[in-house]
């Protein structure tokens, strides 16, 4: 079966600091990736997708940036975080192929405030 | 530009029958509809999916008209466990977006 982790489930950090999340999944191989923000009591923004190694779609501009070195490993990261980089990040995957019926798969997610 | 529109709050009582509603105006012919359920600080979770007319499952049931321009999500008898944000998607590419989802509070 598959799964999918996320570390750590919850992260402080100061204003200006780095950022690095990281999601694996376990059990597929060649998956869609995801990584979703929530703020609190809001719906989900779509931060950005890959479809393979090396490729990815980013949705929004910001100081956020994705990597995917690995198959099956998705990396958000930051050069400097801001207070409005808060919230809870999720990390998803679905099949690759064809898009049509396509079911997301959610990690636990990691709760981030920026102080 | 949103792909679905969807109340943002219902309530109802425990043993009530809830319907959500969501508008897809713009579905394309190779689009499907998938409902999602997320309680707090969770990921959203697959609940039932669908192309044209009924889909029921263990925990639902969609409805979904022969324009498929919106799709109504049916829980029977809900419970006071089934509060929590319900979100519709309506996509057949890799951007998977979610709309801001309905908030449904189940009530004694």
């Known amino acids: 079966s598959q799964t999918i982790h996320q570390w750590p489930a919850t992260l402080v950090q100061p204003v200006g600091s780095p950022l690095s999340l990281e999601c694996t999944v376990e059990g597929t191989s060649n998956p869609n990736l995801y990584w979703y923000r929530q703020a609190a009591g809001r719906g989900l923004q779509l931060l950005f997708y890959s479809v393979g190694i090396g490729q990815i779609s980013s949705e929004v501009p910001q100081n956020l940036s994705a990597s995917r070195p690995q198959d099956r490993q998705f990396i958000l990261s930051s050069k400097k975080l801001l207070l409005s980089d808060s919230g809870f990040y999720l990390c998803?995957?679905?099949?690759?192929?064809?898009?049509?019926?396509?079911?997301?798969?959610f990690g636990p997610g990691t709760r981030l405030l920026v102080l | 530009l949103a792909k679905t529109t969807q109340p943002i709050s219902m309530d109802s009582y425990e043993g009530q029958e809830v319907n959500i509603t969501c508008s897809h105006n713009?579905?394309?012919?190779?689009?499907?509809i998938t409902w999602y359920q997320q309680f707090p600080s969770q990921g959203p979770r697959f609940i039932i999916q669908?192309?044209?007319t009924k889909v029921t499952n263990e925990v639902a049931s969609l409805f979904i008209p022969a324009d498929r321009k919106s799709s109504t999500l049916s829980l029977p008898r809900v419970s006071l466990s089934d509060t929590a944000v319900y979100y519709c998607?309506?996509?057949?590419?890799?951007?998977?977006?979610f709309g801001a989802g309905t908030r449904l509070t189940v009530k004694p």
């Open positions: 669908g192309y044209k």
């Open positions: 713009n579905i394309a012919t190779n689009d499907y």
């Open positions: 998607l309506v996509d057949n590419n890799n951007d998977m977006r």
């Open positions: 998803a995957w679905n099949r690759a192929g064809t898009a049509a019926r396509k079911t997301q798969y």
